[in-house]
């Protein structure tokens, strides 16, 4: 039984390119969460998306990020034009469809994003 | 708005010693705690969580953790640590109005010394 997979484990890129970070949620979840942590400091939430549908996007930035969970396929953060200061450890977390509330998050082993 | 607080960003521990881990939140509404754990390289895992009933919640590994809402604290304990014990526990906060979103503390790395 797969847990969150994500990949690539490791990214590295020049400033300016764009970074795609990858995640597949547990086999029978469909909310995804994608949270950042810094060097040195706790983890904090970008997004939240379920299938199709972007539901809290209240820790991302304004620009160059985007992510998206598509009908089929893994969700996929986006960061165009990528700068030092995106780099950090990208974790995707993904939880079961609506029922009695657990709160329970099943994270991922996370992408490290290098931007050189 | 919901807070973590972990005030101590580094604890040493010989090693069959016991240790307290401690968390501060402040929130507005009903609070749902968490602690994780994350072991090097590796995503968190959930160490336990208090969501409703007794205030003294067991873990696995051996942890424990004791919500607080007077003083609005939930300390991890364990009465004797292992060497494999060694690693970053974050602890987390959710309003748990109908999602996992949560909020983490900035963590705690415990070393555990032979």
């Known amino acids: 039984n797969a847990g969150v997979m994500q990949n690539p484990r490791h990214l590295v890129r020049r400033r300016g390119q764009e970074a795609r970070l990858r995640c597949s949620p547990m086999?029978?979840?469909?909310?995804v969460y994608w949270y950042r942590q810094l060097p040195e400091e706790g983890l904090k939430f970008m997004v939240y998306?379920?299938?199709?549908?972007?539901?809290?996007e209240s820790g991302m930035p304004k620009e160059r990020f985007s992510a998206e969970f598509p009908k089929e396929g893994p969700s996929i953060l986006r960061i165009q034009q990528v700068v030092r200061g995106d780099s950090a450890a990208y974790f995707c977390?993904?939880?079961?469809?609506?029922?009695?509330?657990?709160?329970?998050?099943?994270f991922g082993e996370g992408s490290r994003l290098t931007v050189l | 708005a919901q807070s973590v607080t972990q005030l101590d960003s580094q604890v040493p521990v010989f090693e069959e010693a016991p240790v307290e881990l401690r968390c501060n939140y402040s929130?507005?509404?009903?609070?749902?705690l968490f602690w994780y754990v994350q072991y090097p390289n590796q995503g968190l895992q959930l160490l336990l969580k208090?969501?409703?009933?007794?205030?003294l919640v067991k873990g696995i590994n051996g942890f424990e953790a004791e919500f607080n809402k007077s003083q609005t604290s939930f300390h991890l304990r364990k009465p004797s640590v292992h060497i494999s014990d060694t690693a970053e526990y974050f602890c987390?906060?959710?309003?748990?109005?109908?999602?996992?979103?949560?909020?983490f503390g900035t963590g705690t790395r415990l070393t555990i010394i032979p």
């Open positions: 977390a993904s939880s079961p469809p609506s029922g009695p509330y657990t709160g329970e998050l099943f």
């Open positions: 086999k029978g979840h469909s909310h």
């Open positions: 998306l379920q299938k199709e549908n972007i539901i809290d």
């Open positions: 929130s507005s509404v009903s609070v749902y």
């Open positions: 208090y969501l409703s009933g007794s205030t």
């Open positions: 987390a906060v959710s309003d748990g109005f109908g999602n996992e979103k949560l909020t």
